[in-house]
């Protein structure tokens, strides 16, 4: 799940004309140097599937609640002013998984 604007924009107007999206994440990404080129180690997932815009009220609030836990924990007597005041210019997405990859590059120093 993601959130953005309620508002008109150009990511809302690709929603509403393809909602195919690709999702991707990385981590565990380290620069280095092997055998005269530079490269990466990393473990990455790649998600495709489609975008659907979440409608029920508790449901939002609750992805809402899980990602200021996320990042804020320490404002959590904050979260529920914060999401009053801001939830009708929220809109909530979620991501239907349709493909799921994982890759990774861990190649070691000779």
Do not use: Q
């Amino acid at each position: 799940c993601f959130h953005t604007t309620n508002k008109a924009g150009h990511k809302l107007d690709n929603f509403a004309r393809d909602g195919r999206a690709c999702v991707t994440v990385a981590t565990e990404v380290e620069a280095c140097y092997e055998d005269d080129f530079f490269t990466t180690r990393f473990a990455s997932v790649i998600a495709r599937g489609r975008v659907r815009r979440m409608e029920d009220g508790a449901a939002m609030r609750k992805v809402l609640v899980a990602l200021c836990m996320k990042y804020l924990p320490e404002y959590k007597d904050k979260i529920g002013e914060g999401i009053a005041r801001e939830i009708d210019d929220t809109a909530i997405w979620a991501v239907d998984l349709e493909e799921v990859r994982g890759k990774g590059a861990r190649r070691l120093p000779r």
